[in-house]
C-alpha cells in the first residue's frame, strides 16, 4: 500500500512537468499564474499522499499551509503585479 | 547513489547556477532571485547532508540553522528589494553602474 | 532493486531535475514576471524537497517564507518597479550587451564549473554515515523544557542564533524604513470575491498561527512558522487594499515590534546575571520561558514581516 | 491487505487520472480560459477523490476533518483564485479562442 502511495505521488511529480511547461511557454502571464496555482493543488495532494505512506501526521500541516499560502501568492499577482 | 548524496549534489547544483547567474545577470532584480536560489542550495546541502543518521530521525542542529537561514533570507531579499528600488528612482535603471565601459 | 526503491529513486531523481530545471529558467528567463513566477513554482517545489527528507518544520517555513511571503514581497516590488519607471524622468536605457560582453560570460562559467565540480567532489567525500549533533541533542532533550528537538536547538542549545536572527530581522525592517519613501503603485480595489477568500483565510491564518506556537513545543511548528503564517496574513489583508493608519506609528505597535528582541534581551540579561551561561534556562523552568519567548517573538516576527511587506513607515506613508 | 484498502486503492488511483486528465487540458487546450476550466474541475476532483481515499484509510476522525479541511480549502482558494484570473484576463483584453468552423 505504501509503494502505491508512493507511485501515485511520483506521477503527480510528473504532472507538475506539465505545469512547468506551461509556465515557460505562457503565452500570457494568466497562463504562468494558473501553472503556479496548478503546481500548488498539486503539492497540496503529493503531501498528503506522502504524510500515509511516511505515516507521519504532521504533514497534513504543511498541506494545509500550501493550499492557504498558494491563495495568498495568486492574490499578490492578479492585485500588484499583473500589468500587461 | 543515496537519497541523501542525490539531494546534497542537487544543492551543490543550485548553488553553482545561483552564482553564475549572480555573475552574469545586469538585472538587480534577478540578482536577488539569483542570491536566494544560492541560499536555496546550500540549505539543500544542510538539510541532505543532515539525513546521514541512518534509520533515526536526522539531526536537528542543521535543521535549526536553516530555518534561521530562511527567515535571515526573507528579511535580507525585502531589504535588497527596497535598495534596488531606490537606485532605479536615483539612476532610471535598474542595473548598477558599468565601471568597466566607463 | 524492489518496487518501493524504484519508486523512490525515480521520484527522487525527478525532484532534484525539476529543482534545478525551475532555477535555471527563472534565472535565465527574459521577462521578469515569468522569473518571478517561475521561482515561486521552485519554492513549492523546494517545500516538497523538504518533506521528502523528513524536515517537516523547514517544510512548513518554507511554505510560508519561501513560496508564499518571498514571493508576495517579489510580485510586489514588480509593481512598485514599474510604477518607480514611468515616475523617474530618466529614460531607462539598456545596458549595451555586445559579443565582447557575451564572451566574457565564459569565463565565470568555466570558473563556476571547477567550483561545481570541487564541491561535488567535497560533498562525496563525506562519509555515508553521521549522527552528527543528534546524539547530543536527544541526550539532553528531557532538560530542554519542550519535546521537538528543532525547537529545542532554536530556543534552547542554540538560543544566542535565534537572538541575533531576530535582530537582523529588525535591522532589515529598519534599513527599509530608512530608505524613505516611493511613489505609489498601482493598488487593484478588491472585488466581492476577493473579499470573501480574504474574510476566510485571513482568521484561518491567525489561527493556525496560534496553533504552531502551540504545537511548536512537541512537534514541528514554533515560533519562526508562526511568526511567518501572521505575517501573511497582514499581507493578505494588505493586498485586499487594506492599509495601516496613522494609529501604526504609536507606542503600543512599536512595543509589539519589539517584544521579541526585548524579550530576548532580558532573559538573556537574566540568566548571566543569575550566574548561569547567556541563555541557559533551569530545565524545570525551560518549558514556561521558551513558551514565553516564542510568544514574543512570533508577534514581533509577525508584524515585521507585515510591515517588511509594506515597505515604508507608517508615518512616512501618511504623510503624503 | 484489509477492507478499507481495497476501498481506498480504486479512489486514489482514480483522483490521480483526474489529475492527469487536467494536466492534459493544460497542455492541449487552446486560451487562458479553457485551461482554467479544464484544472479547476478536474483538478478539485482529483483532489476529492484522494482526499476520499485518505480518508478511508485514516486512522482517527480528526485526521478526516483535517483532511476535509485541506479540500475545502483547496475549493475555495481554487475557485476565487480562477474568478480572479478570469474576470482579471477579460479586463485586460485577453482573446477567447474561437472554434474555426
Known amino acids: 500500500m505504501q509503494t502505491l502511495h508512493f507511485m501515485l505521488a511520483m506521477l503527480l511529480l510528473l504532472t507538475l512537468g506539465a505545469g512547468l511547461w506551461r509556465a515557460v511557454r505562457g503565452p500570457t502571464a494568466a497562463d504562468r499564474m494558473l501553472a503556479v496555482q496548478v503546481f500548488g493543488t498539486t503539492a497540496v495532494t503529493i503531501t498528503l499522499l506522502l504524510s500515509q505512506a511516511f505515516g507521519d501526521a504532521t504533514l497534513r500541516d504543511v498541506a494545509v499551509m500550501i493550499a492557504v499560502l498558494a491563495a495568498v501568492t495568486a492574490v499578490a499577482f492578479v492585485q500588484r503585479a499583473w500589468l500587461e | 547513489m543515496t537519497t541523501e548524496l542525490l539531494y546534497a549534489l542537487v544543492g551543490v547544483g543550485l548553488f553553482s547556477l545561483g552564482l553564475y547567474a549572480l555573475f552574469v545577470r545586469a ?24 539525513r546521514r543518521t541512518g534509520a533515526v530521525a536526522p539531526d536537528p542542529v542543521p535543521h535549526a540553522m536553516v530555518i534561521t537561514g530562511i527567515v535571515v533570507a526573507v528579511s535580507a531579499t525585502a531589504f535588497a528589494l527596497m535598495l534596488m528600488l531606490r537606485i532605479v528612482q536615483e539612476t532610471g535603471r535598474a542595473e548598477l553602474p558599468d565601471t568597466w565601459s566607463e | ?165 531576530i535582530f537582523v530581522l529588525f535591522l532589515a525592517l529598519l534599513g527599509v ?22 474574510v476566510v483565510l485571513a482568521p484561518l491564518l491567525i489561527l493556525l498561527a496560534a496553533y504552531f506556537l502551540w504545537a511548536g513545543a512537541h512537534g514541528p511548528g514554533g515560533a519562526f512558522q508562526a511568526g511567518a503564517t501572521l505575517g501573511a496574513a497582514g499581507v493578505l489583508l494588505q493586498l485586499a487594499g487594506w492599509k495601516p493608519g496613522p494609529g501604526f506609528a504609536r507606542l503600543p505597535w512599536k512595543l509589539i515590534l519589539l517584544a521579541g528582541p526585548a524579550l530576548f534581551i532580558l532573559f538573556a540579561l537574566f540568566t548571566l546575571v543569575t550566574g548561569q551561561h547567556l541563555l541557559e534556562y533551569a530545565p524545570e523552568r525551560a518549558g514556561i520561558l521558551i513558551l514565553l519567548l516564542e510568544t514574543g517573538a512570533t508577534f514581533s516576527i509577525g508584524l515585521t514581516l507585515a510591515a517588511l511587506f509594506f515597505g515604508e513607515r507608517p508615518d512616512d506613508a501618511e504623510g503624503r | 491487505m484489509t477492507l478499507g484498502n481495497y476501498i481506498a486503492a480504486p479512489l486514489l488511483v482514480s483522483g490521480v487520472v483526474f489529475f492527469l486528465a487536467g494536466s492534459a487540458g493544460l497542455l492541449r487546450f487552446p486560451d487562458v480560459y479553457t485551461r482554467l476550466h479544464s484544472l479547476t474541475k478536474s483538478d478539485n476532483v482529483g483532489l476529492g477523490l484522494i482526499v476520499a481515499g485518505l480518508a478511508v484509510q485514516a486512522e482517527s ?16 482558494a481554487g475557485a476565487s483564485v480562477a474568478n480572479l484570473i478570469t474576470k482579471g484576463a477579460m479586463q485586460r483584453g485577453i482573446k477567447m479562442w474561437t472554434p474555426k468552423i
Not at chain 3, 525515480?10 to 535555471?24: E, K, S
Not at chain 3, 517537516?56 to 518597479?81: F, H, M, N, R, W
Not at chain 4, 476522525?61 to 475555495?76: E, I, S
Open chain 3, 177 to 198: 524604513w530608512s530608505l524613505g519613501s516611493l511613489p505609489p503603485h498601482r493598488i487593484e480595489p478588491a472585488g466581492p470575491v476577493l473579499n470573501t477568500l480574504v
Open chain 3, 1 to 165: 532493486m524492489d518496487a518501493q526503491n524504484l519508486t523512490q529513486w525515480i521520484f527522487d531523481t525527478l525532484t532534484g531535475l525539476g529543482l534545478l530545471c525551475l532555477a535555471w529558467m527563472a534565472l535565465a528567463s527574459s521577462q521578469l514576471i515569468k522569473a518571478i513566477v517561475l521561482f515561486v513554482a521552485f519554492g513549492l517545489l523546494m517545500a516538497l524537497t523538504w518533506v521528502r527528507l523528513d524536515a517537516v518544520d523547514i517544510a512548513l517555513a518554507e511554505v510560508a517564507i519561501g513560496a508564499g511571503l518571498t514571493g508576495a514581497l517579489l510580485l510586489a516590488a514588480l509593481a512598485k518597479l514599474t510604477a518607480v519607471q514611468t515616475a523617474t524622468s530618466k529614460a531607462a536605457h539598456r545596458s549595451p550587451k555586445d559579443r565582447a560582453a557575451r564572451k566574457l560570460y565564459r569565463m565565470p562559467a568555466a570558473l563556476l564549473l571547477l567550483v561545481a565540480a570541487g564541491l561535488a567532489y567535497s560533498v562525496l567525500s563525506l562519509p555515508l554515515n553521521s549522527r552528527g549533533l543528534s546524539i547530543e541533542v536527544g541526550a539532553n532533550l528531557d532538560a530542554s523544557g519542550v519535546g521537538n528537538p528543532v525547537t529545542a536547538v532554536l530556543l534552547n542549545f542554540r538560543g544566542y542564533d535565534t537572538l541575533l536572527e
Open chain 2, 27 to 50: 538585472n538587480l532584480l534577478r540578482k536577488i532571485l539569483a542570491v536566494n536560489v544560492m541560499s536555496s542550495g546550500v540549505f539543500l546541502v544542510l538539510v541532505a547532508l543532515a
Open chain 4, 61 to 76: 476522525w480528526f485526521v478526516v476533518g483535517k483532511l476535509l479541511l485541506v479540500w475545502l480549502l483547496v475549493l475555495l
